[in-house]
Structures are given as structure tokens and as C-alpha cells.
């Protein structure tokens, strides 16, 4: 059996023992994951919005992606790479709530500039 499928084996049995190695760290987790650590802490980033999380968890996870390398714009990225699965409204929704994490408001900066201002 190849790494892969005993991955896809052991997660679409729900092996006990395996969930437990993969959420003993985040160290288990990215090793188990096989991803590097920018690669894992951005997929994170478009799982939160896939689920509509909340803003600590985006804080969270920004802060992993900027801690192993990712620029803003690939965490923003996150946002485009989730829209042809998630859809427009979920990716409207998530916005405001990642650029916070980014450190920018988009609402003020919306209101302040006018929503159709082009830079």
C-alpha cells in the first residue's frame, strides 16, 4: 500500500489512533500532512473560510502563514483560490474578517474612500 493510501485508509476509517498522533502538535499535524509549513498554515487559511470561522481563528492562522513565509497577498489569495468551491457569498462573507486579521478594515476603508475608488 502506498503512503497515500494508508493515509486515505486510516482517515476514511476513522483510526482512533491515527486522529490522535495527528492532533497531539502542530508539529504531529505537519508532519502528517506532508505539506511544508507555508503550504499547511495557508490551506488552513481556506479551510477557516470554507467554514466561516471566526476572527481569532483567522488571527491564529495568519499569524502561522506570516511566521512561515506567506505574504499578505497569498494569504489574501486563500480567498480566490476557495471561490469556484465556497461561492461568491461565502467569499464576500470571509473577507472583512480575514483582511482584520491582515491588519486592514475593510469597511473603514470602504467608508472613508467610497466602495467603487479604484487605487
Do not use: Q
Not at 58 to 79: F, H, K, N, P, Q
Not at 101 to 110: H, I, M, P, Q
Request: charged share 20%.
Amino acid at each position: 500500500m502506498l503512503p497515500y493510501e494508508r493515509t486515505l485508509a486510516k482517515l476514511a476509517i476513522a483510526e482512533d489512533a491515527y486522529f490522535e498522533a495527528l492532533l497531539a502538535s502542530e508539529r504531529a499535524n505537519v508532519t502528517g500532512s506532508t505539506l511544508d509549513e507555508k503550504t499547511h498554515a495557508l490551506v488552513r487559511i481556506g479551510a477557516l473560510v470554507a467554514i466561516d470561522a471566526t476572527a481569532p481563528s483567522y488571527m491564529w492562522s495568519v499569524e502561522a502563514a506570516r511566521r512561515y513565509g506567506a505574504t499578505d497577498d497569498e494569504i489574501a489569495g486563500c480567498l480566490i483560490a476557495t471561490l469556484p468551491v465556497i461561492g461568491i457569498a461565502n467569499v464576500v462573507a470571509a473577507a472583512p474578517t480575514l483582511a482584520l486579521a491582515l491588519g486592514y478594515d475593510v469597511t473603514a476603508a470602504l467608508e472613508e474612500h467610497g466602495a467603487g475608488d479604484e487605487e
